[in-house]
């Protein structure tokens, strides 16, 4: 009786950490290629002061990727692209993407061409390892004349060719403007949805920054499925300074958006970079504010 008491509760340990596994397994199935990471103007400040320690501290608090928000005379926070990527690679953090904005002198008409400034993006995102080089917005200048933000959507195109040949993707990351200005009859977003090829430029949705615009992410996921396969994870409360927007960012499920509900249906739509950011940090340190944020994404299931 002992031994078969013995067998049965081996067999039984057995079978439910084999259902375990098998759960573990296809859940990690089902998540492939999905990624979770911080875009590092959350904590600009710190990475201005210390870049290095900044890094490493968010590869100790768990962070594996990043997104840079500073490339400058080919550099990023000071280094170059093959003395980034060896300090990227030593602190086990990879760069899927990154923020550059475009704009018209990075077009030469006489050569109906992109100027060696662009090319260099492009490359040094290469060296870097990124997958996605990224317009994080656009002159305001552009955005008055609708033959101009044609003419500024047809680079995009053309930038996503370029990056198309050395294994990427060109994207741009929306603000609020997008969705509370309009050239001829159409809110400046329909307008980049439309004019952009989405096999050429992806679309990365900031949740956040919308609310300022009026627009809601949910509203916007389901007017276009499947367009958005980068993300901005932000969430938002009221802000109590008129001097600036009326809504500032704050820690994830603090605020006033539906995260979880967006980046679930987000997932399920094909995002597969969910990027965390933060501006606002309601007295604590940006540091701990990133560190909170990726709890609550682990939290849930990201």
Same mark, same amino acid.
């Given at each position: ?20 596994? @098998?759960? %573990?397994s296809l859940f990690a199935a089902s998540r492939k290629g999905e990624l979770t ?5 959350? /904590? ?6 210390? *870049?290095?320690?900044?890094l490493q501290q968010l590869s100790k608090m768990g962070y594996v990727h990043v ?20 300090? +990227?690679?030593? @602190?086990?953090?990879? !760069? *899927? ?5 475009? $704009?018209? #002198? ?36 552009? $955005?008055?004349?609708?033959?101009? +933000? ?32 309009? @050239? ?13 090829? *989405?096999? @050429? /430029? =992806? %679309? ?5 920054? !919308? &609310? ?12 276009? *499925? ?25 820690? +994830? ?9 967006? =980046? ?6 094909? #995002?597969?970079?969910?990027? &965390?950011? %933060? ?7 940006? &540091? ?15």
């Open positions: 009786m002992k031994s078969s008491r013995r067998s049965f509760l081996k067999n039984s340990a057995l079978t439910l950490a084999g259902t375990a596994f @098998l759960k %573990q990471g911080i875009q590092l103007y959350s /904590v600009r400040d710190d990475m201005k002061l210390n *870049p290095l320690n900044t997104e840079h928000a500073n490339y400058v005379d080919r550099k990023f926070y000071g280094w170059n692209a093959k003395e980034f990527r060896k300090v +990227l690679d030593d @602190l086990g953090l990879k !760069m *899927p993407s990154g923020h550059t904005v475009m $704009r018209f #002198t990075h077009w030469d008409d006489a050569k109906k061409d992109f100027t060696d400034a662009w090319k260099y993006t492009v490359e040094d995102a290469v060296v870097c390892g990124q997958h996605f080089v990224i317009s994080p917005s656009m002159e305001e200048s552009t $955005r008055k004349n609708y033959d101009d +933000l044609r003419k500024l959507l047809d680079m995009f195109n053309k930038s996503g060719e370029l990056c198309q040949r050395s294994g990427m993707k060109f994207g741009y990351h929306n603000h609020d403007f997008e969705f509370k200005e309009s @050239l001829n009859g159409k809110k400046l977003f329909d307008i980049i949805l439309t004019e952009t090829d *989405p096999k @050429l /430029v =992806i %679309q990365q949705l900031d949740i956040g920054n !919308m &609310i300022n615009g009026g627009a809601k992410a949910l509203d916007i996921m389901q007017k276009y *499925p499947g367009r958005f396969v980068s993300m901005h994870v932000k969430d938002e409360i009221r802000s109590d300074d008129s001097k600036k927007e009326e809504y500032i960012s704050t820690i +994830l499920g603090a605020g006033i958006i539906p995260v979880k509900e967006i =980046i679930d249906l987000g997932r399920k739509w094909g #995002t597969t970079d969910f990027i &965390i950011e %933060q501006e606002a940090y309601q007295g604590k340190a940006p &540091i701990d504010c990133a560190k909170e944020d990726l709890i609550v994404m682990k939290k849930w299931g990201y």
